[in-house]
């Protein structure tokens, strides 16, 4: 009997250690910063999937994940640096993965991301990793990257948490 208490006794003395140093091993992490290509909305190399490659004719997502965030009034709203507002209104191409919101081969809106959906291994982003495109024609469902051009829009305080969008989009080979 004494042993199942003397068990007991040092069970919750550990609990209590690591209670103790979680906040501790909480701030440490904080202060860590990431490792460049680790993250959300970044594609793993161990990834069975093709990664984006970068095209100078195409918006980079590193360009458009620099976006930093405000809280304001119980919500996150984007800061944008200036060479994204720069972009704002202007006719822009942007790559990604389909993120269909209807069912059919075709899309006509549609989200596109910067890592694909069905990666196992890849780390899904926020809405700085995301795009919504609506399109003048529907463009083909497809696995593989999807280049779009259209007018582009940074969103300040999107009703649905977007902070891109790219209108009268068509689709680009």
Same mark, same amino acid.
Request: charged share 20%; proline share 9%.
């Given at each position: 009997?004494?042993?199942?208490? *003397? ?5 919750? #003395?550990?609990?209590?250690? !690591? %209670?103790?140093?979680? =906040? ?39 360009? *458009? ?5 405000? #809280?304001?009034?119980?919500? !996150? %709203?984007?800061?944008? =640096?200036a060479p994204v507002i720069a972009l704002n209104q202007k006719t822009q191409r942007v790559q990604g993965f389909m993120m269909p919101l209807e069912p059919g ?69």
């Open positions: 009997m004494k042993i199942r208490h *003397l068990n007991v006794f040092l069970c919750t #003395a550990l609990f209590a250690v !690591l %209670l103790a140093l979680l =906040p501790v091993a909480a701030s440490a992490q904080a202060a860590m910063p990431l490792p460049m290509g680790t993250g959300a909305g970044v594609h793993s190399p161990d990834s069975p999937f093709a990664p984006i490659q970068e095209r100078k004719d195409v918006l980079p997502w590193s360009l *458009l994940s620099e976006v930093k965030t405000r #809280a304001e009034k119980n919500k !996150l %709203l984007p800061v944008f =640096p081969e075709k899309q006509k809106h549609f989200l596109l991301s910067s890592v694909p959906l069905t990666c196992g291994f890849c780390t899904p982003g926020g809405p700085e990793s995301m795009v919504e495109v609506k399109t003048k024609t529907p463009v083909a469902y497809s696995l593989d990257v999807v280049v779009v051009e259209g007018k582009f829009s940074v969103l300040s305080d999107d009703p649905y948490g977007l902070y891109y969008r790219i209108t009268d989009a068509v689709g680009v080979k």
